[in-house]
């Protein structure tokens, strides 16, 4: 039985469809959508009268052999090496609950035999970096990255929903709304950044901000961190 990954696409909005028809051509059954924003400094756009950076993440679950595909299709077939084209990231999942998720989200694939790829010795690995905190101090938790060499960030607005735990946890409430922060960095990186995130974002600053981070297993529109 093949391995199942979370696939994560991060496009801007206006090629959105664009990207959710490449899946569908792929035979990937489940994809969902939604907005998000770019890290770029809100001083920064205020002063040259930029647009903020709209985004939208695609998730979806797949086989071993369809995150290949996935990767060597947005690679070729939609140029996502392109500068702002978008990237895309694959994470192991450790397992997923009953054989009627699995036929959903594998479409029947999940007995194929696995396509055997040879993997280069220098490959980059790579490691997702989740940022929680208060809504309205992204910032906050971008300048405590890129000090530590992150390059950017995705943030999606989230709501906790932890209502029996409203009083405090840590300082941070976790009913309230959130801001949830993506970056992808080098796994040599990754230890600098989310430490300087914690000690500059963390739970003891108005930030509030928890971090944690996976594993990824494959990139696709990362050639900076090949370099």
């Known amino acids: 039985m093949q391995k199942m990954y979370l696939f994560i696409t991060i496009t801007n909005r206006t090629d959105s469809n664009e990207f959710t028809s490449f899946f569908t051509s792929k035979d990937i059954p489940v994809i969902y959508s939604t907005p998000c924003r770019g890290t770029a400094r809100q001083k920064t756009l205020a002063l040259f009268g930029i647009e903020e950076s709209k985004k ?16 060597k299709g947005l690679t070729k077939e939609m140029a996502i090496d392109l500068p702002n084209r ?3 990231l694959s994470v192991a999942l450790s397992s997923l609950g009953g054989r009627t998720a699995l036929d959903a989200f594998s479409n029947g694939h999940y007995n194929d035999e696995v396509e055997s790829e040879e993997k280069n010795m220098s490959e980059i690995q790579t490691e997702l970096i989740v940022t929680i ?13 890129r000090s530590a060499g992150a390059a950017g960030g995705t943030v999606v607005h989230a709501k906790g929903t932890g209502s029996q735990y409203n009083d405090k946890f840590f300082g941070l409430s976790i009913a309230d709304e959130k801001e949830m922060i993506y970056i992808v960095s080098s796994k040599e990186k990754k230890k ?15 930030a509030h901000a928890i971090v944690f981070s ?4 494959d990139t696709a529109g990362l050639k ?3 370099k």
């Open 133 to 145: 905190c208060e809504k309205g101090h992204t910032d906050d938790v971008m300048d405590a990255a």
């Open 86 to 88: 978008g990237i895309a």
């Open 224 to 226: 900076i961190f090949e």
């Open 192 to 206: 600098e950044i989310m430490s300087a995130i914690m000690e500059q974002a963390g739970t003891h600053t108005k």
């Open 56 to 71: 939208t993440i695609h998730y979806s679950l797949v086989t071993e052999n369809k995150k290949n595909e996935l990767i």
């Open 214 to 217: 996976l594993p990824v297993s």
